[in-house]
T-cell receptor, first 114, second 116 residues
Framework: AQSVTQPDIHITVSEGASLELRCNYS??????LFWYVQSPGQGLQLLLK??????LVQGIKGFEAEFKRSQSSFNLRKPSVHWSDAAEYFC????????????FGSGTRLQVQP | GAGVSQSPSNKVTEKGKDVELRCDPI?????LYWYRQSLGQGLEFLIY????????KSGLPSDRFSAERTGGSVSTLTIQRTQQEDSAVYLC??????????????FGPGTRLTVT
């Protein structure tokens, strides 16, 4: 069964600092990988996705993520964090011949200090 | 264009009552999903509809939960005889189908259900 691990429950960064959120997955084949962001009281917004090809993918709001097959990782990065980036971030994996649904990590809550 | 919409945004109900939650997917999306988000369990898959195929109900936690999708568009999730453990945010998502894009899911704002 596929699984997703986000090892950091809570991260605090200063505004303007760089950010990296970690995501590791367990999956038998090449997965489809996603990052979503959720602001308080809101649904999930798709930040970026990886299907195949270039392992560095760009998303909305200045985010990027890199797929590293050898490390089973799909870490999310942003060079300079803005106060409005404070939210919860979810990594998700899908694909294969099993259930046609996404499997989500437990999320990382990002706090941005002024 | 319009995104996924859900109603109501909040629902408070008494234990033992039935509730219906509605989802209106993005126009043209053939796949529709229901997930549940709760503090203890994170984001859990409940049920999946794709076109005219039989739904995948493998994530429904009990037979008190059911869902239907009428005309390949709007979906209703019904919880009968609600229990306090059903309190959660219920999220609906849709996608355009196809091999990879099936998993590119767009979420609605959710319905927060509180069972008292």
């Amino acid at each position: 069964a596929q699984s997703v691990t986000q090892p950091d429950i809570h991260i605090t960064v200063s505004e303007g600092a760089s950010l990296e959120l970690r995501c590791n997955y367990s999956y038998g084949a090449t997965p489809y990988l996603f990052w979503y962001v959720q602001s308080p009281g809101q649904g999930l917004q798709l930040l970026l996705k990886y299907f195949s090809g270039d392992t560095l993918v760009q998303g909305i709001k200045g985010f990027e993520a890199e797929f590293k097959r050898s490390q089973s990782s799909f870490n999310l990065r942003k060079p300079s964090v803005h106060w409005s980036d404070a939210a919860e971030y979810f990594c998700a994996v899908g694909g294969g011949t099993g259930r046609r649904a996404l499997t989500f990590g437990s999320g990382t809550r990002l706090q941005v200090q002024p | 264009g319009a995104g996924v919409s859900q109603s109501p945004s909040n629902k408070v109900t008494e234990k033992g009552k039935d509730v219906e939650l509605r989802c209106d997917p993005i126009s043209g999306h053939t796949a529709l999903y229901w997930y549940r988000q709760s503090l203890g369990q994170g984001l859990e898959f409940l049920i999946y509809f794709q076109g005219n195929s039989a739904p995948d109900k493998s994530g429904l936690p009990s037979d008190r939960f059911s869902a239907e999708r009428t005309g390949g568009s709007v979906s209703t999730l019904t919880i009968q005889r609600t229990q306090q453990e059903d309190s959660a945010v219920y999220l609906c998502a849709s996608s355009s189908g196809g091999a990879a894009s099936l998993y590119e899911q767009y979420f609605g704002p959710g319905t927060r259900l509180t069972v008292t």
